[in-house]
Nanobody, 124 residues
């Protein structure tokens, strides 16, 4: 059974940093592309960032550029999202997702497996 478990969310202040983690099981982690998406209340799900199986290709959504960094540790079956200089508009549930093709993609429809999400709240 494939599982993706996010952690690291919480309540922070404007300008703070957080590092989200997503640990997987039940899949060959090193062959999967991985991504972070987020969904704020009343809004559609939004692509944040993705990374290919090798880590050699990364795409960032507009919200991530210059502030968020995606990385992966294949030895730990874990993908990370380092979020810096957080803003109130970053408040959302953050989801990780796994893509069996391995390349990573901006479209949520490319992903085969999803986590349950972790809440990030940025207070002003």
């Amino acid at each position: 059974q494939v599982q993706l478990v996010e952690s690291g969310g919480g309540l922070v202040q404007v300008g703070d940093s957080l590092r989200l983690s997503c640990t997987t099981s039940g899949l060959t982690f090193s062959t999967y592309g991985l991504a972070w998406f987020r969904q704020a209340p009343g809004k559609e799900q939004e692509f944040v960032s993705c990374i290919s199986w090798s880590g050699g290709t990364i795409y960032n959504g507009d919200s991530a550029k210059g502030r968020f960094i995606i990385s992966r540790d294949n030895a730990k079956n874990t993908v990370y999202l380092q979020m810096n200089n957080l803003r109130p508009e970053d408040t959302a549930v953050y989801f990780c997702a796994a893509d069996a093709w391995g390349v990573g993609a901006k479209s949520r429809y490319e992903y085969d497996h999803w986590g349950q999400g972790t809440q990030v709240t940025v207070s002003s």
